[in-house]
């Protein structure tokens, strides 16, 4: 999806997550740049966490949006 919507994630490498029922009351999504613990285990640098009860009552369009919303937050800077 951030291919076909020319966001650069450089070469992060992205988790997605469904939270079951929700990450709280408020959050329908949120993106975690991985620690020292979760990047040595997954090898992922970042965590996309989505509330499963947002995403189960929201248009195809409106996930599309929520998910790139998310790809937005990830931080890429690029060294010589």
């Keep these: 999806m951030a291919e076909e919507n020319d966001i ?8 997605g997550l469904m939270v079951y029922p929700n990450i ?3 959050t329908a999504g949120r993106c975690i740049r991985a620690g020292k613990e979760l990047k040595f285990f997954s ?10 009860e947002y995403w189960d009552n929201l248009t195809e369009q409106s996930r599309k949006i929520l998910v790139l919303h ?3 937050h990830i931080d890429i800077r690029y060294t010589k």
């Design 8 to 15: 650069d994630t450089g070469s992060a490498k992205i988790c």
């Design 24 to 26: 709280n009351k408020t």
């Design 43 to 52: 090898n992922y640098d970042y965590l996309i966490e989505i509330s499963a």
């Design 70 to 72: 998310e790809l937005m």
